[in-house]
Every structure is written in structure tokens, then in C-alpha cells.
């Protein structure tokens, strides 16, 4: 009998809209507070900038650096801790957070180490893991203030960090699959050769911290799969039917 060649991946989970519905009640929370900080720190007079300022901003910033905060930290002096904490005060969670049934059997099921790699920051993901009763399951938990290289922040969708990561793990990029609901994380990973799963079901809202222009940014005009992306799932629980797709 033949010996199988296959070697279990080492899978790559984002957070937000991917194991849980952020956009239900999170992500707008979060993003007020974003308008309300840059409001401040563009502000003249005592007087915090109107939303036309705000918005022009984040939507440039965005489109220039990847990610709004990033321009911040550039051009405004802020920092990413203050930034991070401020914009995820957000309240008790409780009332907040709504996600599928059976999340920890489905990591369970699925073969290889799990790696939480997230734009969230630690104590929010933490605490978002924790309550989705998933923290077991992952052998590290990656979050925003981890991905500095050469001293500076490079949230995904960076090339750079995650080839940090790869060097670090050990790990042929053909070995990671990177689970996400994003699309310009996971062209970004693909472009390095790692395997990519697009998670849709949760796309009314784009990352507000992470990547998303003014107010609610639109959700791609279509949901046809992109080249770079290997498997399209509506949900994460459709991982272990899929997996021969990654093999």
C-alpha cells in the first residue's frame, strides 16, 4: 500500500469576519471611535476637523499605506498603542458578538497547527478568542503590536512580515494556508506562494482599522473568486469538505 505524501498545513486564521460577524455591531463601534480620534488629531483650536477631513484621511491614508492607522503614525505622530486602545474601547463585548455554532470541533477537525494572525489588536483578540472559546486551539496568537519589522509597523497585508513569520515558523510559504475574509491579504500571500481561502459571508463591512476607507466601505462588487484565491468558502465550516483543494 502506498504511504501518503501529504503533510497537514499550517493554517493561518484571521479574526475579525472570519471567525466571528464583526460587522454586526463591532465594527461600526469601532469605526466611530476612529472618526472621533482623527476628528481629534486633526483638529485645530480646541476644535476637532469636520467629517470631510476625517474622511479624506482615512480613505488616503488607506489607499496610500495599506492601512489608515499607518498613515496616522507617518504623518501625525500618533501612536499605535494609543490609537489601537482608543478605537476598541468599545464596551462589553456580550451584546455585541455573533458567530457560528461549532467553531472549536471544526479546528479540531482540521489537521495541522493553527496560527491566529490578526490586525486586531492583543487584548481585543484575546478577548474575542476567548469568548468564542477558541483560544485552545491555536499555538500562537499573532496580533497587531507583534508585526513589527526592522522596527516598523507592518500590519498584513505586509510581504515583509509575513516572511518574518515564515522564517520564524520554519515553514515552506506552500505549507500555509491563510484563512481571511480580506482580499488584499490574501493576494498579498498568494503573491509569496502561500495557499489562500476567502471567507464571504460576513462582507457588509470591511476592516475599519485595518484597511477600510470612510464611514462603511464597499464590499467587492462581486464575490467571483480571484485568481489568487484558492478556495471560496461562505463559511470557515466548510474547511474540512474543501481541504483536498489545498492539498
Not at 6 to 12: Q, S
Not at 73 to 100: Q, W, Y
Not at 119 to 143: C, D, G, M, W
Amino acid at each position: 500500500m502506498a504511504t501518503s505524501t501529504f503533510r497537514a498545513p499550517v493554517w493561518l486564521f484571521d479574526l475579525d469576519n472570519t471567525l466571528h460577524d464583526a460587522s454586526y455591531a463591532i465594527f461600526p463601534a469601532i469605526s466611530a471611535n476612529m472618526n472621533i480620534y482623527i476628528a481629534r488629531v486633526l483638529g485645530e483650536n480646541g476644535m476637532p476637523a469636520n467629517q470631510a477631513a476625517v474622511d479624506a484621511a482615512r480613505l488616503g491614508y488607506w489607499k496610500r499605506y495599506g492601512a489608515t492607522l499607518l498613515g496616522m503614525i507617518r504623518h501625525h505622530k500618533v501612536r499605535a498603542a494609543d490609537f489601537l486602545h482608543e478605537t476598541h474601547d468599545i464596551g462589553p463585548l456580550d451584546r455585541m458578538m455573533r458567530a457560528e455554532r461549532g467553531l472549536a470541533r471544526l479546528l479540531h477537525r482540521l489537521p495541522g497547527r493553527k496560527i491566529l494572525l490578526t490586525n486586531a489588536p492583543t487584548r481585543y483578540s484575546t478577548e474575542i478568542v476567548r469568548r468564542l472559546k477558541l483560544h485552545n486551539h491555536f499555538s500562537q496568537h499573532i496580533a497587531i503590536e507583534d508585526m513589527h519589522v526592522h522596527g516598523q509597523l507592518r500590519p498584513k497585508p505586509s510581504k515583509l512580515m509575513l516572511r518574518r513569520l515564515l522564517r520564524r515558523h520554519n515553514v515552506a510559504a506552500r505549507r500555509c494556508v491563510l484563512v481571511e475574509d480580506t482580499l488584499a491579504n490574501l493576494k498579498s500571500a498568494s503573491q509569496l506562494g502561500l495557499r489562500t481561502v476567502w471567507v464571504t459571508q460576513y462582507l457588509r463591512m470591511s476592516d475599519p482599522v485595518g484597511r477600510a476607507g470612510p464611514r462603511k466601505a464597499p464590499v467587492p462588487r462581486t464575490l467571483k473568486r480571484p485568481g489568487y484565491v484558492d478556495v471560496k468558502v461562505k463559511s470557515v465550516r466548510q474547511l474540512p469538505a474543501r481541504l483536498h483543494r489545498l492539498r
